[in-house]
C-alpha cells in the first residue's frame, strides 16, 4: 500500500490506457472491464472510460447503472468539467465515465468537443484512466486512440479477419497521426492513395512536388512519427499461449514490415465460456471466478503494465 501513496505523490497526471483493435465483438470491453477492477482491487485509483460512442456497453458488463452521461459532458454550457459526471462503482477505487446514449449527434462529437474530453480526461485526479473504444476505424476512435499518441491496447482473437482488422486500424491511426502532423500539405494528399507506408516513402522519394531536400526531411520525420507509435497487443480468447503467441508475432511482423512500427507483447486471455456467463450476471469475471486462468492473465497483464 506505501508503494501505491508514493507513486499517487509522485505522478502529477493519470496514466492512460486506451484499449481498441478495430473489430467488433474481440473483448475489448472485457478486458478493459475485468483489468480495471483488478487493478482497482490492488489499490489503485482507477477510472473507466465508455468511449465507444456508438454502442457503449460497460455498464453491463460491469453490473452498474449510472445516472449521468458522457452526453451530459458533451452538451455543458461554458466551461466543461468532465469531473462533474463522474460515477461511483460497487467496486472500491473504481469509478465510471459512463458511455452516450449512442443517440446520432453524441455519437459524433464535434471536434472541440473531442478534444476537450481528452484535454479533461488528463486533469482526472486518479493513477490509472483506462478507455474503452468503439469497433471500426471511426475519426473519433483513431483519435481517442492517439490520445496517449504511442501505446494504446489492441485487442485481436487469434483469428485472420481479427488480425487484419487491428492491422488496418493501426494502420489508419498512423495515417492520422501523419496527417494531424502534416496538415492539409501535399504529404497528406499523397498519404490518402498508399497502402502501406513503405508505398507512402517510395512515393515521397519519387514526388515531383517536393523539392529533394523537403523529401529527405519528410521521410525522417515520418519514420520518426512510426517508430514513436509503440501499440500493445492483447490476444483475447486463445486456446492456448502459443496461439496467442503466433497471432501476436503475425500483427507485429505485418505492422514492422508495412508500417514499420513495432507492437509490443503485452500478453493473453484464455478462451473461457466462463465470460458470457459473467457478462449475464453483470458481475466482472475477475470478482465471479477469481480462480479461473482467464482471471490470473488479467493479473498478469496488470502486473506487466506496473500495476501490482
Ligand atoms: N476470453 C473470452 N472467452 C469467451 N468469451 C469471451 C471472451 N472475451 C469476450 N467474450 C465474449 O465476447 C463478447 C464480446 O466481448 P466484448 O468485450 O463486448 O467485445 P468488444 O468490446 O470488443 O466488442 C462478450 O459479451 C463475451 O461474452
Ligand atoms: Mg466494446
Request: include cysteine; glycine fraction near 6%.
Amino acid at each position: 500500500m506505501r508503494l501505491i501513496e508514493e507513486r499517487a505523490v509522485a505522478r502529477k497526471t493519470p496514466e492512460i490506457l486506451v484499449v481498441g483493435g478495430g473489430k467488433g465483438g474481440v473483448g475489448k470491453t472485457c478486458f478493459a472491464v475485468n483489468l480495471a477492477v483488478d487493478v482497482a482491487h490492488k489499490g489503485w485509483r482507477v477510472i473507466l472510460v465508455d468511449a465507444d460512442l456508438g454502442c457503449s456497453n460497460i455498464e453491463t458488463v460491469l453490473g452498474t447503472r449510472a445516472e449521468r452521461r458522457l452526453d451530459d459532458f458533451f452538451y455543458q454550457k461554458g466551461g466543461k468539467q468532465l469531473a462533474s459526471i463522474l460515477c461511483d462503482t460497487q467496486y472500491e477505487n473504481l469509478r465510471l465515465i459512463p458511455g452516450t446514449t449512442g443517440l446520432l449527434d453524441v455519437a459524433n462529437p464535434k471536434y472541440q468537443q473531442k478534444t476537450a474530453l481528452i484535454r479533461e480526461l488528463r486533469s482526472l485526479d486518479s493513477d490509472l484512466i483506462v478507455v474503452d473504444l468503439d469497433a471500426g476505424a471511426h475519426l473519433n476512435t483513431l483519435d481517442f486512440f492517439l490520445m496517449t499518441d504511442t501505446n494504446g491496447v489492441l485487442v485481436i482473437n487469434p483469428e485472420k479477419t481479427s488480425i487484419d482488422n487491428a492491422f488496418k486500424f493501426l494502420r489508419a491511426a498512423l495515417f492520422r497521426k501523419i496527417e494531424r502532423f502534416y496538415r492539409s500539405t501535399e504529404v497528406a494528399l499523397l498519404l490518402q492513395r498508399n497502402e502501406s507506408l513503405r508505398d507512402f516513402l517510395d512515393c515521397i522519394a519519387k514526388s515531383e512536388l517536393l523539392e529533394e531536400e523537403t523529401q529527405k526531411q519528410v521521410t525522417t520525420e515520418i519514420v520518426a512519427l512510426a517508430r514513436s507509435v509503440r501499440p500493445r497487443i492483447v490476444v483475447n480468447r486463445a486456446r492456448n499461449q502459443y496461439e496467442a503467441q503466433i497471432a501476436a508475432n503475425i500483427l507485429s511482423k505485418y505492422a514492422r514490415q508495412h508500417l514499420l512500427v513495432e507492437p509490443e507483447n503485452l500478453g493473453f486471455l484464455y478462451y473461457d465460456k466462463c465470460v458470457p456467463e459473467a457478462v449475464n450476471s453483470g458481475t466482472p469475471f475477475v470478482v465471479s471466478f477469481p480462480k479461473l486462468k482467464i482471471a490470473g492473465c488479467v493479473s498478469d497483464i496488470a502486473n506487466r503494465l506496473g500495476y501490482f
